[in-house]
């Protein structure tokens, strides 16, 4: 909020995705730990609704700025996140592992996690499925708001929180039904979250479609909603999917790595999209 030039503003919002990255591994990993297969996606999939709910008030940070100033936008969302990092510093907690599992468990290595993952083929594989859907993921959610601006010709103001707040509520259903769904088809079917996250994919191919075709606001908001819904279902179930091989010890540092890649992909593609 205090930047002066694009320059300044380019660094401290790379210095904020820094601090961001920080936090999700830790906290789906985490989950995870408090979690059983049988409860583990849903879990995973309401702590991804908070972050859809915040990408849907982030919508209103273009009507914030338009009433008073982008750097007012900025200064609020910050002040909030300041004051949700001291309750989480005071009530968050790790779980304690028992004495049995204490004594089994050795003393975590960075470089021998590196050598687990990277020699897994099955690592491979969901760091690829991972990435590759974050092209278009990225893609749509950087440049919604723009997109719906443009072809439905109304203002940013209007257009950000319509875009962000569809997208935000579809992908909570997304997340809650995903989750549901996997834990139970799991249970008599150990490729239940595999099959889960494929058919939300699978949703998000027509939505693409729409999205680029659309013109009227009855096509944007229907097709966003299905991508929303799709993609929900997908992020509900990837920390699960990794628990199915990855080891406890190691699974932070393996969605670590699966968000640097899924990050680099939506940077290259939200560049691309821009200068198209």
């Given at each position: 909020?205090?930047?002066?030039?694009?320059?300044?503003?380019?660094?401290?919002?790379?210095?904020?995705?820094?601090?961001?990255?920080?936090?999700?591994?830790?906290?789906?990993?985490?989950?995870?730990?408090?979690?059983?297969?049988?409860?583990?996606?849903?879990?995973?999939?309401?702590?991804?609704?908070?972050?859809?709910?915040?990408?849907?008030?982030?919508?209103?940070?273009?009507?914030?700025?338009?009433?008073?100033?982008?750097?007012?936008?900025?200064?609020?969302?910050?002040?909030?996140?300041?004051?949700?990092?001291?309750?989480?510093?005071?009530?968050?907690?790790?779980?304690?592992?028992?004495?049995?599992?204490?004594?089994?468990?050795?003393?975590?290595?960075?470089?021998?996690?590196?050598?687990?993952?990277?020699?897994?083929?099955?690592?491979?594989?969901?760091?690829?499925?991972?990435?590759?859907?974050?092209?278009?993921g990225w893609g749509v959610k950087n440049w919604l708001p723009t997109l719906?601006?443009?072809?439905?010709?109304?203002?940013?103001?209007?257009?950000?929180?319509?875009?962000?707040?569809?997208?935000?509520?579809?992908?909570?259903?997304?997340?809650i039904l995903g989750g549901i769904l996997s834990d139970r088809w799991v249970?008599?079917?150990?490729?239940?979250?595999?099959?889960?996250?494929a058919i939300g994919l699978s949703l998000t191919i027509p939505a693409l479609?729409?999205?680029?075709?659309?013109?009227?606001?009855?096509?944007?908001?229907?097709?966003?909603?299905?991508?929303?819904?799709?993609?929900?279902?997908?992020?509900?179930?990837?920390?699960?999917?990794?628990?199915?091989?990855?080891?406890?010890?190691?699974?932070?540092?393996?969605?670590?790595?699966?968000?640097?890649?899924?990050?680099?992909?939506?940077?290259?593609?939200?560049?691309?999209?821009?200068?198209?």
């Amino acid at each position: 909020g205090y930047a002066q030039n694009f320059t300044q503003l380019y660094w401290l919002r790379a210095l904020m995705g820094v601090s961001e990255a920080l936090y999700i591994p830790a906290g789906l990993s985490l989950i995870a730990d408090y979690h059983s297969d049988k409860t583990r996606s849903l879990a995973v999939g309401i702590h991804m609704t908070g972050l859809y709910m915040g990408q849907a008030l982030g919508g209103f940070g273009a009507t914030i700025a338009s009433a008073f100033s982008w750097k007012m936008a900025f200064h609020t969302f910050g002040l909030i996140g300041i004051c949700y990092a001291v309750v989480l510093m005071l009530f968050l907690r790790e779980k304690k592992a028992t004495s049995v599992e204490t004594a089994l468990t050795e003393k975590p290595s960075v470089t021998k996690g590196f050598a687990l993952l990277f020699s897994n083929i099955s690592f491979w594989i969901i760091l690829f499925y991972f990435a590759v859907p974050s092209l278009p993921g990225w893609g749509v959610k950087n440049w919604l708001p723009t997109l719906f601006s443009q072809n439905l010709q109304i203002e940013m103001s209007l257009a950000g929180p319509l875009s962000t707040i569809t997208i935000a509520a579809s992908s909570f259903m997304g997340v809650i039904l995903g989750g549901i769904l996997s834990d139970r088809w799991v249970q008599k079917n150990i490729r239940g979250r595999i099959y889960t996250s494929a058919i939300g994919l699978s949703l998000t191919i027509p939505a693409l479609l729409l999205i680029g075709f659309g013109d009227s606001m009855f096509h944007m908001v229907g097709a966003v909603f299905f991508f929303g819904f799709g993609y929900g279902m997908f992020d509900a179930n990837n920390m699960p999917i990794l628990c199915q091989f990855v080891e406890a010890k190691y699974r932070a540092t393996a969605y670590g790595l699966m968000n640097m890649t899924g990050v680099f992909a939506g940077a290259f593609i939200t560049n691309l999209l821009g200068k198209s």
